[in-house]
């Protein structure tokens, strides 16, 4: 397949061109940068969900809840989970798979599991690009989960129009969101397993919390209780979603939002660009002069890294000439 018709078939809905695409995202392909500004050129009307939480909050439980509750409104979807096999919650691909394949064969829902912790860009980056894959494809509503620690997770929830952060009951007296520090990054909080005693509890909490935030946006903050795992709650929190997405265009905060989106993507990128056109002091044996300089400190840091990178942006490799 030529790119440019790899393009267009992801553009047409193709669920075959659109998981070839996404492995072409994962393994960082030849060309995949030009196909994806392609896709993002062609935009798309995606309301782009993410959902993060605790390792066993009921996330994909939640995530093929909703699946299901927006497919009975007829809208589309793309499920990006990124990779269980994290250091954060080993173990847990099978479940996942399982539970995603409830969706069964419905064309309506593309899932993809996301494995690219490590590799240049990232995870994060390769997340990103998934939605931007998904949004040309024309899918209505893109649901991200993530593990809601570390990095990655914070550049996916930028990369969200509306941030759900999933707490549960049972897990000790303070405030799981409030605690991970996810607090503020919930547009709506979930409290899942409300099948489970001590949910009012934490919903109790959670809105206290919410009212002490120092977040002001006109957005009040809902929490909504829910059971994935029997669907209870779930058509509500559609609901909320569809509300918040609602308030999103009307209020003016959605391209307030895009901006800090595309902003937080293009600096993501500036960082790759400039890291691969540098080398890398920490694993670049080429450089090894120059950090032994800085460490018998004849050079300091700060003027080390500014030479290697003047050296680059003149086209110099620093390795072969004296810096
Ligand atoms: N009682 C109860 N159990 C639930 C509910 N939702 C999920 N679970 C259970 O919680 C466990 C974890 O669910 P997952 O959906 O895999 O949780 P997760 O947050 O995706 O987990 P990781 O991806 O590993 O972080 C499973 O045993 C689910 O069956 C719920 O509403 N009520
Ligand atoms: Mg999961």
Redesign the pocket.
Same mark, same amino acid.
């Given at each position: 397949v030529k790119p440019k018709e790899l393009v267009e078939r992801v553009q047409a809905g193709e669920t075959a061109a659109i998981a070839r695409m996404l492995t072409r995202v994962e393994r960082g392909a030849d060309g995949v940068h030009d196909q994806i500004a392609e896709l993002y050129r062609a935009g798309g009307d995606t309301h782009v969900i993410g959902v993060t939480? /605790?390792?066993?909050?009921?996330?994909?439980?939640?995530?093929?809840a909703l699946a299901q509750a927006y497919r009975r409104r007829k809208a589309t979807l793309g499920v990006v989970?990124v990779d269980?096999s994290s250091p954060?919650?080993g173990?847990?691909i099978l479940? +996942?798979r399982i539970?995603m394949h409830e969706l069964g064969d419905d064309p309506g829902v593309f899932v993809r599991s996301m494995a690219t912790r490590g590799a240049l860009g990232g995870l994060a980056r390769a997340t990103v690009d998934a939605v931007t894959v998904l949004a040309a494809a024309g899918k209505d509503v893109v649901l991200i989960?993530t593990?809601g620690v570390g990095q990655d997770e914070v550049e996916i929830a930028q990369a969200s129009h509306s941030t759900l952060v999933?707490s549960?009951p049972g897990l000790g007296d303070e405030i799981q969101a409030l605690k991970a520090g996810v607090l503020e990054i919930a547009d709506v909080h979930v409290v899942?397993?409300? +099948?489970?005693p001590g949910a009012d509890k934490v919903v109790a909490e959670l809105r206290d919390a919410l009212r002490l935030s120092r977040r002001q946006t006109g957005w009040r903050v809902p929490v909504q209780a829910?059971? /994935?795992?029997?669907g209870t709650g779930v058509d509500d929190l559609v609901d909320v979603l569809d509300r918040h997405r609602g308030w999103l265009v009307e209020s003016g905060a959605l391209e307030l939002r895009e901006r800090d989106m595309a902003a937080a993507r293009v600096r993501s990128i500036l960082q790759d660009l400039v890291m691969t056109q540098v080398h890398d002091p920490t694993t670049d044996a080429d450089l090894a002069a120059t950090v032994e300089e800085v460490r018998a400190r004849k050079i300091d840091p700060y003027h080390a890294a500014r030479d290697l990178l003047r050296a680059a942006s003149q086209g110099v490799d620093p390795t072969q000439e004296a810096l």
């Open positions: 939480g /605790a390792p066993g909050s009921g996330k994909s439980t939640l995530v093929a989970a269980p954060y919650s173990g847990s479940g +996942d539970r989960e593990v999933v549960v899942n397993k409300s +099948d489970r829910v059971s /994935a795992e029997r």
